[in-house]
C-alpha cells in the first residue's frame, strides 16, 4: 500500500474535448483515501474517486448542500447562481421536491412514452426528407428533449430561441462576469414568471398549472419566486442533459460498431444498453456542487472535518472496477442498477425517469436510419458543465 | 396510532433519495433501500417523501391498514 496522496491537485481533469476519463482518476481511484483538489475558484475540496466514497457521500445526510453558500464553494465559474433546490437540504429540500416530483414518476412517464416516440420519429422522418446528412444535435437531439419538456412544463416551444441562450448561460462554466450571469437569470426568471401569469389566468393540463394550483393551496408552501424557479429549473435541467447524453451515446455507439450492431440486431437491449451507456459516459467536464460536512464524518479511510467540502466524482466512480469489472468495457448486460449516471441520494436527478424514456427512444428511432454514420468529427462544447457535441454531422442512406 | 412503512424491493430503483432525506426511516443496502424501522408515528413529511420516490415503492399504511402512500 502506498502513502495516502497528499498534495492539492488542480482540478478538473478532464479534457472538454471529447468524453476520455482522465487518467488522473485512475490514479486516484488505486491510492488510498480521498484526494485534495484546487477548482479554479473556491476553496479546496475532498475528491472521492472511487465508488463507495462517491455514492457514500451523495446519501448521507451529514452532507449538506444548504451549507455550500456559507462557504466559498469550489466551482469552475466564477458566477454562483442561487442553485435552486440543489443547493437545499431535505426537509425544507423535500417541500418543494415534492410538488414537482409526482409529474417524473416511472408511472406518470410511462404515460408519455408514445409521444416522446412520435416525436423522435417525427425528427427521423423530416432528416429524411431532408436528404442524407445533418447535424445530430440540431436536428435531433436537440428538438427531442426541447419538446417533451416544453409540452410537459407548459412552455411553447416556439420560444425555444429565447429560453436556449439563457439555459446555456446558467449551465455555461465561461466566466461571465457577475453582471452578465445576473441578466441572464433575471431575463429567464422574468420570461418564466410571465408565463406563470399567463397560466394563472388560464389554467392548462400541465406542470406549470398544477404549481399554480398548488400555490393557491397553500401560500406558505411554496412562494412565488420559487414557484419561478421551479420551472426554470425543470426547463433547464429538463433538456440540456439529455440533449447532451443522445449525441454521446451516439458517438460510443458508433466507435464500437459490434455493440451498434448488438443493438440494431435486437431492440429489447435498448434499456439495459440506456442504463450502460448512462455508467460508461463521464459527462461531467468537472464535479460540482460540493458537500459539506456537517460533522466530522469517516469517509473511507479519510476524516473528513466539519465543515469541508467533499466533491463526488460521479465518472470516475462509474468506471470503479471493483464495483463494475472491466469496467472500461461497454456491456449491455450488467444488469444496469447501481450506476450513479443519475447521482444518488436525495437529490438523484427529478428527471431520471424522463430522461431513460427520453434516451431510450432516441436510440429506438436512430437505429432505425439506415447506414447511420459519423460523416466528419464533432465540434465539442467546451465552456459547458457537461461535455458533448456541439455539433455532430452525421450521414445516413436514402433507403 | 403508528403507521407501518415498508419499501417495495422489487420496485426499489435504488435512488438514494429516502435514505438520503429520513436516514432515521430508512437505510441503503447494496443497491436497495430498506426502511430501518417498521412503526412511525404519524408523520406528514413522511407522505410527501414518498411522493418523491421514482418508483413509487414507500408503502406507508396507518393503524387500520389503510394505505396513506404511494398516493395515486
Redesign the interface.
Known amino acids: 500500500m502506498t502513502a495516502a496522496d497528499e498534495r492539492v491537485h488542480d482540478y478538473p481533469f478532464n479534457r472538454p474535448e471529447g468524453l476520455d476519463l482522465a487518467p488522473a482518476y485512475r490514479a486516484a481511484r488505486t491510492s488510498p483515501g480521498m484526494i485534495r483538489v484546487q477548482l479554479p475558484f473556491g476553496e479546496p475540496a475532498w475528491l472521492a474517486t472511487r465508488y463507495e466514497d462517491a455514492r457514500f457521500v451523495l446519501g448521507d445526510r451529514r452532507f449538506s448542500r444548504a451549507e455550500a453558500a456559507e462557504h466559498d464553494e469550489p466551482r469552475v465559474q466564477y458566477h454562483r447562481g442561487s442553485g435552486g433546490i440543489l443547493a437545499m437540504d431535505p426537509p425544507d429540500h423535500t417541500r418543494l421536491r415534492v410538488l414537482v416530483a409526482s409529474a417524473f414518476t416511472v408511472r406518470r412517464v410511462e404515460r408519455l412514452r408514445p409521444r416522446v416516440r412520435e416525436i423522435a420519429e417525427s425528427l427521423i422522418d423530416d432528416m429524411r426528407a431532408v436528404g442524407t446528412t445533418g447535424d445530430l444535435v440540431e436536428s435531433f437531439a436537440l428538438p427531442l428533449p426541447v419538446r417533451v419538456i416544453c409540452e410537459l412544463l407548459g412552455v411553447p416551444a416556439r420560444d425555444q430561441h429565447l429560453f436556449r441562450e439563457w439555459s446555456d448561460g446558467l449551465l455555461s462554466t465561461a466566466s461571465l462576469t457577475a453582471e452578465e450571469f445576473s441578466r441572464n437569470d433575471q431575463e429567464i426568471s422574468a420570461y418564466m414568471a410571465g408565463l406563470v401569469a399567463q397560466r394563472r389566468a388560464e389554467p392548462a393540463d400541465d406542470l406549470m398549472s398544477a404549481l399554480i394550483a398548488a400555490r393557491a393551496d397553500n401560500v406558505d408552501r411554496l412562494t412565488e419566486r420559487e414557484l419561478v424557479e421551479l420551472c426554470v429549473g425543470v426547463l433547464v435541467a429538463g433538456h440540456e442533459t439529455t440533449a447532451t447524453q443522445i449525441p454521446n451515446f451516439v458517438h460510443v455507439l458508433l466507435s464500437q460498431p459490434d455493440r451498434f450492431a448488438e443493438l440494431r440486431a435486437d431492440p429489447g437491449l435498448i434499456p439495459g444498453a440506456v442504463e450502460e451507456l448512462m455508467r460508461f459516459v463521464p459527462l461531467g467536464a468537472t464535479s460540482a456542487f460540493a458537500r459539506y460536512a456537517t460533522e466530522d464524518v469517516q469517509v473511507g479511510e479519510v476524516l473528513v472535518r466539519e465543515g469541508e467540502a467533499v466533491l463526488a466524482a460521479i465518472g470516475s466512480a462509474n468506471h470503479d472496477e471493483t464495483r463494475f469489472p472491466d469496467a472500461d468495457q461497454l456491456r449491455f448486460d450488467r444488469g444496469g442498477s447501481g450506476h450513479l449516471g443519475f447521482g444518488h441520494g436525495a437529490h438523484h436527478c427529478l428527471g431520471a425517469a424522463l430522461a431513460r424514456v427520453e434516451l431510450q427512444e432516441a436510440l429506438r428511432a436512430l437505429l432505425a436510419l439506415p447506414g447511420l454514420h459519423e460523416a466528419g468529427h464533432p465540434e465539442w462544447k467546451t465552456q459547458m458543465l457537461v461535455r458533448g457535441p456541439r455539433k455532430m454531422p452525421v450521414a445516413w442512406e436514402a433507403q | 396510532m403508528s403507521w407501518s412503512v415498508k419499501v417495495d424491493q422489487d420496485a426499489c ?5 429516502c ?5 432515521d426511516i430508512f437505510g ?1 443496502h447494496g ?1 436497495h433501500a430498506v426502511a430501518v424501522t417498521e412503526r412511525i408515528d404519524p408523520d406528514e ?1 413522511l407522505l ?2 414518498a ?6 415503492a414507500i408503502l406507508i399504511r396507518d393503524g387500520s391498514g389503510a394505505e396513506l402512500a404511494p ?1 395515486p
Open positions: 430503483l435504488g435512488s438514494g433519495i435514505a438520503g432525506s429520513r436516514p441503503f443497491t413529511d410527501d417523501l411522493d418523491t420516490c421514482p418508483a413509487a398516493r
